[in-house]
């Protein structure tokens, strides 16, 4: 008889295929976007975060699914499959619980404490937010597993962390890259916390759920 994996220390997602259709779906909707914002007569790129505006609060909503050119969105096209496949390995459900923390606190800290001359787009802050919850996911669930995978993710990715420091004269959103990694941090630990409340029989209120 196989032995039963725990979800909570899961490398791989246990559907694949639905996995692989999750993340390329999301990245659909993101060419579908760019194609909208070239094609209408109307700059949909506006509709980002305009740091302390008011007006400009709801970009916290649409700014992860707006790009500034296909070079932009074609640099963050692998990292969005890649990671947001992997991700899936909690299942669905931790998946939306994971992404809706990230995409939410990264915006808020941009609107916080980004750029006033300018708006804010682009999904890189949900990448950042994603690989950073792959890399310290094992820690918290103790997986032998996840922790060799988030050393390879390291090995090959850690050089996007450079990306979280203040750059003079950049156009690149440092804070939404830095944001989005403590999101991404926060929600492994918020995660690993409602996976032991589950498997110890208790519930856990407010918790993102496995």
Known sequence: ???????????????????????????????????LDVVLPVQLDMAGISARELSGLDGVLWAPLLHGGWGHLVANTVPVVLFGFLVMAGGFAQWVAVTATIWLLSGLGVWLVGPSDGVTIGASGLAFGWLAFLLVRGLFSRSAGQLVLAAVLFVVY???FWGVLPTVGSTISWQGHLF???????????????????????????????
Do not use: C, H, Q
């Open 180 to 210: 989005g990694a403590l999101a991404g941090v926060l929600a492994a630990w918020l995660t690993s916390r409602a996976d032991r409340s589950i498997r110890s029989g208790r519930s856990a209120p407010g918790n993102l759920a496995a």
């Open 158 to 160: 850690g050089g996007m």
């Open 1 to 35: 008889m196989a032995k039963r994996v725990d979800p909570a220390k899961r490398v791989l997602p246990a559907a694949p295929k639905a996995a692989v259709l999750v993340a390329l779906g999301f990245t659909a909707l993101l060419y579908l976007s760019e194609l």
